[in-house]
């Protein structure tokens, strides 16, 4: 009879054992796969956080030289502003140059607008006297009727112009006079010889 109660009792116990023992086992493998997936995490947090102080330290490089940056750029807009009032002032100078030689354009304008107009009044004046001279140079000249018919000279003065009837004025040759031409006599100057005189011996004492 114990027998026959152990059997069961065992086989009971067994299966409730093996029960428990897949039970334990599927919750360890859920929690090592748990612990699986936090160490996965816990690795992939540590790369990100690696990643984002390597970031946030070039972030404080770029901060920092974007500030060296700020101040030079600040310095610069200052030079920059000083240079600007200097080429304001300078271009004022300048366009104050440019009115008064604007100024004096004007005045020389006019003044070569007098000049053009008084030699186009004398260019007028010039022109009626050529044309004066070239009328006076078609008529007859007056010395035509004092020279002979068929000289050089008239053939030249009055070249198809009418010949004028005139007396030719007699010339006359004045007389040379002869001038006399006086000539000096020359004296012969007397020559004067030297006496020589004889030279005296001295005697020895």
């Known amino acids: 009879m114990k027998f026959q109660l152990l059997l069961p009792l065992t086989i009971a116990l067994t299966v409730a054992l093996v029960v428990v023992i897949k039970s334990r086992k599927q919750e360890h493998d859920k929690v090592d796969k748990r ?11 540590n790369d990100v956080v690696g990643e984002y102080q390597t970031e946030k330290i070039s972030l404080e490089n770029h901060i920092e030289s974007a500030q060296k940056e700020e101040k030079m750029l600040r310095t610069d807009a200052e030079s920059c502003e000083q240079k600007v009032l200097k080429k304001k002032k300078e271009v004022e100078a300048c366009q104050g140059a440019v009115k008064s030689v604007k100024n004096g354009v004007a005045g020389l304008e006019g003044q070569l607008r007098n000049l053009h107009g008084k030699t186009s009044k004398e260019k007028e004046s010039w022109i009626a006297k050529l044309e004066s001279l070239k009328k006076e140079l078609q008529e007859p000249s007056a010395v035509c009727a004092f020279l002979k018919k068929g000289a050089h000279s008239a053939s030249k003065l009055c070249n198809n112009q009418p010949e004028a009837k005139g007396e030719v004025p007699s010339t006359k040759q004045p007389k040379a006079e002869d001038s006399l031409a006086q000539k000096p006599k020359a004296e012969n100057p007397k020559a004067q010889k030297p006496k020589a005189k004889a030279p005296k011996r001295i005697a020895k004492g």
Do not use: D, I, Q, Y
């Open 35 to 45: 612990n699986k997936f936090e160490s996965m995490k816990l690795r992939v947090t």
